[in-house]
T-cell receptor
Framework: GQQVMQIPQYQHVQEGEDFTTYCNSS?????IQWYKQRPGGHPVFLIQ?????EVKKQKRLTFQFGEAKKNSSLHITATQTTDVGTYFC????????????FGKGTLLTVNP | DAGITQSPRYKITETGRQVTLMCHQT?????MFWYRQDLGHGLRLIYY???????DKGEVPDGYVVSRSKTENFPLTLESATRSQTSVYFC??????????????FGAGSRLTVL
């Protein structure tokens, strides 16, 4: 079945450093979504990318969808302590467009 | 209040007991999902439902039962709990159409410990 792989599993940075997490799918995706989960919280939707090569920005966060629609990345510029949490990518799969398969997530910790 | 709510938030039970986790959403979303979250495994889909009385297995359905007699409720039952089912369980729903059609909204989670 479809697999969504995410690296790195963990990333520790100093406040102000940049951070990037990468997501790769074993199959072409119609769209990819990113979620953030704060420690002790629940996943919260950040963004959805649909078009090949699409780039979207949310303040210090930049999301990219690969040309082949099989990979994606999330880049955070100048991390802040409020960025701490686990970032998940997710794509539709399993033969259905309404089921999401999640990557295992990247846990970001930020040292102030 | 509008939204998606899960109960109980915390539950401790013993091996072999039946446990039901409740999920209620107020948006009349057709699609609802149950995920479990474990360290090192991320979020894994247990069961999902496309509408009332329509349910289907996800990635890890063994040991779980679901029902969906009403659109707004999607309870998850562990008929005979095992220690391996100790986890955090998240219910989610998604919109049917428009810009939010693909987006999942998660409940706050139910932390289950099986002793």
């Amino acid at each position: 079945g479809q697999q969504v792989m995410q690296i790195p599993q963990y990333q520790h940075v100093q406040e102000g450093e940049d951070f990037t997490t990468y997501c790769n799918s074993s199959t072409t995706l119609s769209n990819i979504q990113w979620y953030k989960q704060r420690p002790g919280g629940h996943p919260v939707f950040l963004i959805q990318l649909v078009k090949s090569g699409e780039v979207k920005k949310q303040k210090r966060l930049t999301f990219q969808f690969g040309e082949a629609k099989k990979n994606s990345s999330l880049h955070i510029t100048a991390t802040q302590t409020t960025d701490v949490g686990t970032y998940f990518c997710a794509g539709p799969g399993g033969g259905s467009n309404y089921k999401l398969t999640f990557g295992k997530g990247t846990l970001l910790t930020v040292n102030p | 209040d509008a939204g998606i709510t899960q109960s109980p938030r915390y539950k401790i039970t013993e091996t072999g007991r039946q446990v039901t986790l409740m999920c209620h959403q107020t948006w009349s979303h057709s699609y609802m999902f149950w995920y479990r979250q474990d360290l090192g495994h991320g979020l894994r889909l247990i069961y999902y439902s496309a509408a009332a009385d329509i349910t289907d297995k996800g990635e890890v359905p063994d040991g779980y039962v679901v029902s969906r007699s009403k659109t707004e409720n999607f309870p998850l039952t562990l008929e005979s709990a095992t220690r391996s089912q100790t986890s955090v369980y998240f219910c989610a729903s998604r919109g049917d159409r428009g810009t939010g059609a693909n987006v999942l909204t998660f409940g706050a989670g139910s932390r289950l410990t099986v002793l």
